[in-house]
């Protein structure tokens, strides 16, 4: 069973910037295709960002275009999340979440981590 860990998380004031990272634990996930979501506080979970396998293809939801910028070096089996320009609203907990195909990623994926904390203050 392919484990997923996020780290990265934290306290950021509006208008700064974190890295998220998600480190996989098998080599057998540069195969896939991985990504974001996020869940705020009383809301459902929602896409954020996904790339494929290769890295040639992403998605972005719409609120983060722009801001948001995902990436992955496969020989570390590690997916990123670079958040710019963060804004109260992009509180939430952060999953890192992995399929076999860049759709199914930002629809339903299979595996998902644990989540990591990011909240932004006012």
């Known amino acids: 069973q392919v484990q997923l860990v996020e780290s990265g998380g934290g306290l950021v004031q509006a208008g700064g910037s974190l890295r998220l990272s998600c480190a996989a634990s098998?080599?057998?996930?540069?195969?896939?295709?991985m990504g974001w979501f996020r869940q705020a506080p009383g809301k459902e979970r929602e896409f954020v960002a996904a790339?494929?396998?290769?890295?040639?293809?992403?998605g972005y939801a719409d609120s983060v275009k722009g801001r948001f910028t995902i990436s992955r070096h496969n020989a570390k089996n590690t997916v990123y999340l670079q958040m710019n320009s963060l804004k109260p609203e992009d509180t939430a907990v952060y999953y890192c979440?992995?399929?076999?195909?860049?759709?199914?990623?930002?629809?339903?994926?299979?595996?998902w981590g644990q989540g990591t904390q990011v909240t932004v203050s006012s």
């Open positions: 098998e080599r057998t996930v540069i195969n896939y295709a």
């Open positions: 979440v992995m399929d076999t195909h860049i759709e199914v990623v930002t629809t339903s994926p299979k595996y």
């Open positions: 790339i494929s396998w290769s890295g040639a293809n992403t």
